[in-house]
């Protein structure tokens, strides 16, 4: 556990810290907690570090894990196993936030002096209905100063932990392109491209490449959708938007290529493409003559009429 401490500082020696900034790492980069069963719980722990002598609150948020964690080298065999659902929030800290305080008691590396470090415990919790495939969420230390010394000091995150985990059970990674449609209710050419996932796993999806063709395959325009997740057994709508003084009426070929985890899924379909529907912004507004108001008259004699038959009851 030293050694990776020491990795972690030797960042810290390529940037000497300057007496105006405080930074704070985290030990190992990325931490592997095995199989987990669903509806189980499993205890991780890691270091949080720092250089500094001076008193720091580091604040642990977890957050959702990038795909391309599992692109990486070292995940080349898993990388078709990986479920994209959202666990960080499973993850719970019995203490947060921490304080690093500066101790007599220091550790001495070739790249420097270590003032602090703390160890951190957490808690995984899988639920029951959890995608049976690999995982992945962050855990980033957000430091703050309890006191500032000079005019100003920055405080410098250095980087956050991985945690990767296996939910047991079978993970298959499918989908399928089932349509390809325009929006007929939107005042653009948006077309929607409609993917459902077969398999088990939650996957981000989007379009790299959305191609309105001619009938005789020549190219008229494309582009791409934006991202999408979408859980198993779900449909997901991917949207492209194109340019109605480019794309005219008729009947055109359509093909949507889309991307998800780390597999790629296309199809072409005809269809035919209608006018864009004109929207109409016109706001109505009182009749006015001359720049006066008739209706605020004929309310405020109305108004009149009432108030003097409510006099003549009373009197």
């Known amino acids: 556990m030293l050694f990776l401490i020491f990795i972690i500082f030797s960042i810290f020696a390529v940037n000497p810290v300057s007496a105006k900034e405080l930074q704070v790492g985290v030990s190992p980069l990325m931490l592997d907690l095995g199989t987990v069963g669903k ?7 890691f270091f949080i570090v720092t250089s500094s002598k ?9 957050s959702r894990s990038n795909f391309d964690f599992f692109k990486k080298k070292e995940n080349i065999d898993i990388v078709h196993y ?4 959202d666990s960080s929030g499973w993850v719970y800290f019995p203490e947060n936030p921490y304080v690093l ?43 703050y100063a309890t006191k500032e010394e000079g005019t100003s000091v920055d405080i410098i995150a250095m980087v956050a932990i991985t945690v990767k985990f296996k ?3 079978d993970c ?17 050419i948006d077309i929607g491209v409609y993917f459902k996932n077969t398999g088990t796993a939650t996957v981000s999806l989007f379009s790299p490449e959305v191609m309105i063709l001619y009938e005789n395959g020549t190219l008229l325009d494309k582009t791409r959708s934006g991202y999408l997740y979408v859980a198993p057994g779900d449909i997901g709508v991917l949207n492209a938007r194109f340019n109605p003084n480019k794309v005219h009426p008729g009947n055109y070929l359509l093909n949507s290529t889309v991307a998800y985890g780390a597999n790629t899924t296309s199809k072409q379909v005809t269809l035919t493409i209608e006018e864009p529907k004109i929207i109409d912004a016109t ?14 008259f004929l309310l405020f004699a109305i108004i009149i009429l009432i108030a003097y038959k409510i006099y003549k009851r009373d009197n």
């Open 82 to 85: 990986v479920s994209e659902e």
């Open 54 to 62: 001076d008193e720091i609150v580091v604040k642990l948020k977890s």
């Open 283 to 296: 706001v109505s507004v009182p009749v006015t003559t001359d720049g006066i108001n008739y209706n605020f």
């Open 39 to 45: 509806g189980e719980s499993v205890v991780g722990s």
């Open 101 to 143: 305080k500066y101790e007599d008691d220091q550790l001495n590396t070739k790249s420097g002096t270590i003032s602090d470090w703390e160890k951190v415990n957490f808690v995984l919790n899988v639920p029951d209905d959890a995608d049976s495939c690999y995982h992945a969420f962050k855990i980033e230390p957000i430091p």
């Open 167 to 169: 939910v047991e059970g």
């Open 172 to 188: 298959e990674v499918r989908g399928e392109i089932l349509d390809i449609m325009q929006d007929s209710s939107s005042k653009y």
